[in-house]
Nanobody
Framework: QRELVESGGGSVESGGSLKLSCQATHHTYNSFCMAWFRQTPEKEREGVARHLRDLRDNTTTEYADSVKGRFTISRDANKRMMFLQMDNLKPEDSARYYC????????????????WGQGTQVTVSS
């Protein structure tokens, strides 16, 4: 059984939209922090967005500066699913996107394990 399954990627033109989905299992879903990451062959994996929940069930979202105002992260805790709505896509958003549980202790978006799913490819043409 794959523990993290990302889907929804594809090829779009600049300015287009895509919505990514992530299905986690009870092993890989973290109710306090889930995040999206992306990677290209030329760059290291980077955090794109994270969705945080505290003990009082308050939620917050954080984004990398490069996607702020264009991407929206959300999740369905009951289904252990997470989503990334990507609007006004740019060619520099082209990458393979991954979801993972993240750290609540770091100021930046970082994963809490080395386990990764297969990811989903996003290609944005100019």
């Amino acid at each position: 059984q794959r523990e993290l399954v990302e889907s929804g990627g594809g090829s779009v033109e600049s300015g287009g939209s895509l919505k990514l989905s992530c299905q986690a299992t009870h092993h890989t879903y973290n109710s306090f922090c889930m995040a999206w990451f992306r990677q290209t062959p030329e760059k290291e994996r980077e955090g794109v967005a994270r969705h945080l929940r505290d003990l009082r069930d308050n939620t917050t979202t954080e984004y990398a500066d490069s996607v702020k105002g264009r991407f929206t992260i959300s999740r369905d805790a009951n289904k252990r699913m997470m989503f990334l709505q990507m609007d006004n896509l740019k060619p520099e958003d082209s990458a393979r996107y991954y979801c993972a549980a993240c750290s609540t202790l770091s100021a930046s978006i970082v994963p809490i394990s080395d386990y990764w799913g297969q990811g989903t490819q996003v290609t944005v043409s100019s």
